[in-house]
């Protein structure tokens, strides 16, 4: 019993686990222009990385500190710290072509 039980195992295909999109935000209050970016951005992870992805939100008006670790000289900015390497876009995300090239999840066309 127990040789069928590995072998199904061994002929059942294998799944990998999928990849988690660990992505950042920063932004300065509840501006337009954040809510906007927030927006544009869980709109274009559910539509790519559906159930892959964890946007993290760093307000830098509470927490000025966290701006200098990924070198945040604008806002707001996206970075995406995995999938390795890191990737930075600024703005409000509002190009979507211009976002998906950038966090490298389609290529130039």
């Not at 509840?30 to 892959?52: D, M, V, W, Y």
Request: aromatic content about 4%.
């Amino acid at each position: 019993m127990k040789p069928t039980a590995v072998k199904q195992r061994a002929t059942a295909p294998s799944r990998r686990p999928a990849i988690l999109w660990q992505l950042r935000l920063y932004v300065m209050g509840q501006t337009p222009k954040s809510l906007t970016a927030f927006s544009n951005l869980k709109t274009i992870c559910e539509n790519q990385l559906k159930g892959c992805y964890r946007i993290t939100v760093i307000d830098l008006v509470k927490q000025p500190h966290l701006a200098k670790g990924d070198q945040i000289l604008a806002i707001p900015t996206v970075v995406r710290k995995l999938p390795k390497p890191v990737r930075t876009i600024i703005g409000n995300l509002s190009d979507t072509e211009r976002v998906l090239v950038g966090l490298d999840l389609r290529a130039v066309a």
